[in-house]
């Protein structure tokens, strides 16, 4: 069983930053493909960026984040890693990290195991 824990959420204006940071315990992100997700209120959960495991170490973003978003993992650390950059006010959503075996995916309902989120807020 593998728990995943998110931070680094928070309350940001337009065009700031933000670092979140989805940690493990039961399980190596480099066995796994990790996907970052979010949902807004109303709104599916929909696909933002994802890495593969250490075998097919490709990346995955979604249109909308493309140039402003970076995905990274920290072996050392057991930690993927979400920079956000140039964040806009539609980017407000519950952010969640996700794992699961095998190729990375873009659909949610492929993933074993999610975090609890962590809130994005931006104000325009």
């Known amino acids: 069983q593998v728990q995943l824990v998110e931070s680094g959420g928070g309350l940001v204006q337009a065009g700031g930053s933000l670092r979140l940071s989805c940690g493990a315990s039961?399980?190596?992100?480099?066995?796994?493909?990790t996907g970052w997700f979010r949902q807004a209120p109303g709104k599916e959960r929909e696909f933002v960026v994802g890495?593969?495991?250490?075998?097919?170490?490709?990346?995955t973003y979604a249109d909308s984040v493309k140039g402003r978003f970076t995905i990274s993992r920290d072996g050392v650390v057991n930690t993927v890693y979400l920079q956000m950059n140039s964040l806009k006010p539609e980017d407000t959503a519950v952010y969640y990290c996700?794992?699961?075996?095998?190729?990375?995916?873009?659909?949610?309902?492929?993933?074993?195991?999610w975090g609890q989120g962590t809130q994005v807020t931006v104000s325009s």
């Open positions: 996700a794992v699961k075996s095998g190729p990375l995916r873009v659909e949610a309902g492929a993933y074993d195991y």
């Open positions: 039961g399980g190596t992100f480099s066995n796994y493909a």
């Open positions: 890495i593969g495991p250490s075998w097919n170490n490709g990346r």
